[in-house]
C-alpha cells in the first residue's frame, strides 16, 4: 500500500492506495473508492453510489484529475508550494498558465475586466479533455497572450494579471 500526502485548495488530504484485482482501491479521510480501469488513463469509480469516469495525469509534479468533466489539481504536501497552473509556476498567482500543452478553446475575459479568485479564465483543450484555468488570485485581466484556437505550452502564461491583494 502507497500512502500520499496531497494539498487541495490549501488543505492537506492522506489518501492510501493499493492494488487491487480490478484496478485500485483509494481511502480518502476514511472512505474507500474503488477505480477500475475504463481506457487510456481514465477509470470508472463508484462515489456516494454515482458511478463517475476519472482521468489522471502527472505533469511537472502536479497531478491532474477530472471527474465528471470537473478538473482539480492535487500537488504533493511534500512540496511547500501550490501549484497555478503549469507545474514549475506555482506561486505566480498573477499569471494564468495552461495545465499541459493543448490548445485553448475559449478565453472567458477580456483585458481590463476585475476577476475574482477561482473565476473561470481560460478553458484549453489537452489528451481530449477541457480543462477550465480559473483565477488563483483577485485582481484586473492586464494581458491576454493568446487567442482561442492558439496552441499553448506550459511556458507562456495565457493570461496575467495586476493583482489587488
Known amino acids: 500500500m502507497a500512502k500520499y500526502d496531497f ?11 493499493k492494488s487491487t484485482d480490478s484496478g485500485y482501491a483509494a481511502t480518502v479521510a476514511g472512505k474507500e473508492l474503488l477505480f477500475t480501469p ?4 481514465t477509470f ?3 462515489i456516494d453510489g454515482k458511478r463517475s469516469l476519472v482521468a489522471a495525469i502527472k505533469h511537472k509534479g502536479i497531478f491532474y484529475v477530472d471527474i465528471d468533466a470537473m478538473q482539480v ?3 504533493d ?3 511547500a508550494t501550490i501549484s497555478a497552473g503549469g507545474g514549475d509556476h506555482a506561486g505566480e498567482k498573477d499569471k494564468i498558465f495552461a495545465p499541459m500543452p493543448g490548445k485553448i478553446v475559449k478565453i472567458m ?4 475586466d476585475a ?13 481530449k479533455m477541457e480543462n477550465q484555468v480559473n483565477a488563483r488570485a483577485k485582481g484586473r485581466v492586464k494581458a491576454i497572450n493568446f487567442a482561442a484556437g492558439d496552441q499553448v505550452d506550459t511556458e507562456k502564461p495565457i493570461i496575467e494579471l495586476d493583482l489587488s491583494e
Open 38 to 41: 475504463h481506457g487510456d488513463s
Open 109 to 112: 475575459v477580456a483585458v481590463g
Open 7 to 17: 494539498r487541495f485548495q490549501e488543505t492537506e488530504h492522506a489518501v492510501e492506495l
Open 73 to 75: 489539481e492535487l500537488t
Open 115 to 127: 476577476v475574482e479568485i477561482k473565476q473561470p479564465m481560460v478553458i484549453v483543450e489537452a489528451m
Open 77 to 79: 504536501a511534500s512540496d
Open 44 to 46: 470508472a469509480v463508484l
